[in-house]
């Protein structure tokens, strides 16, 4: 499965691994032997499949993008693809560090959209985790920011998406989740994709759901 015509995710983390470790040594003697080895799938496999063809220039910086931040939210609260390190402090730095470098990557794009999506994004699966509720609403809220980042690259995204996605997390908030129907909002959207590309987001999101089990814990805790 690939994240590009011709650029597989082990090949997006080792360009990663690379632009991270040439920023600090600190990621330099902590990156992983081969970074991104044995890893299903990726959000940026998503979206790239969702968006079918919406420019290589966008294309990579959503990829990249896609990929920091989803690294920044295994370092805080699963299990790293790059880095060794099962120091916690260490983990929560390094990852703020991924939350900004991909943040960094789409603000270049100059699209408010995205960014205000990402952002939203961040905040939705801290709730989560810090509330102690059911970690498969993390990934679920991924699925659906990233199939709106590819809706959004095609053209517009559905407005009912991004409403659906806010009426979420406002249910979340008001402590009711299951208002928040996040999974149900997912499967909708997925409806709404062009057949032929259908079958290839489902498996990619079965990876993603089977590689990053809710039962994954952070390393060393």
Known sequence: MSSGPGVSLPETLGAISREIAADSPLFAEDLTAT??????????????????DCGAVRANRYRFALEYI?????LHYG????????????RLLAGDYMYARG??????????????MLSRLIEF???????????R????AWSVVTLCLAGHARGGCDSSWRDGFESCRR??????PE???????????????????????????????????QERRPDGD
Do not use: Q
């Open 35 to 52: 970074p991104g080895d044995g890893v299903g799938a990726g959000y940026s496999e998503l979206f790239t499949v969702a968006a079918g």
């Open 70 to 74: 989803f690294e920044g939210y295994l």
């Open 79 to 90: 299990s790293s693809r790059l880095l060794r390190s099962g120091r916690r402090d260490f």
């Open 103 to 116: 943040l960094d990557r789409m603000a270049a794009l100059e699209d408010i959209f995205c960014i205000k």
């Open 125 to 135: 699966c801290s709730f989560v985790h810090c509330e102690g509720l059911e970690p």
């Open 137 to 140: 609403l993390a990934l679920d």
């Open 171 to 176: 249910a979340l908030w008001e402590g009711d």
């Open 179 to 213: 208002r928040a129907s996040l999974s149900g909002l997912r499967d909708l959207m997925l409806a709404d994709i062009d057949p032929g590309r259908h079958k290839k987001t489902g498996v990619i999101l079965t990876n993603i759901y089977a590689d990053l089990h």
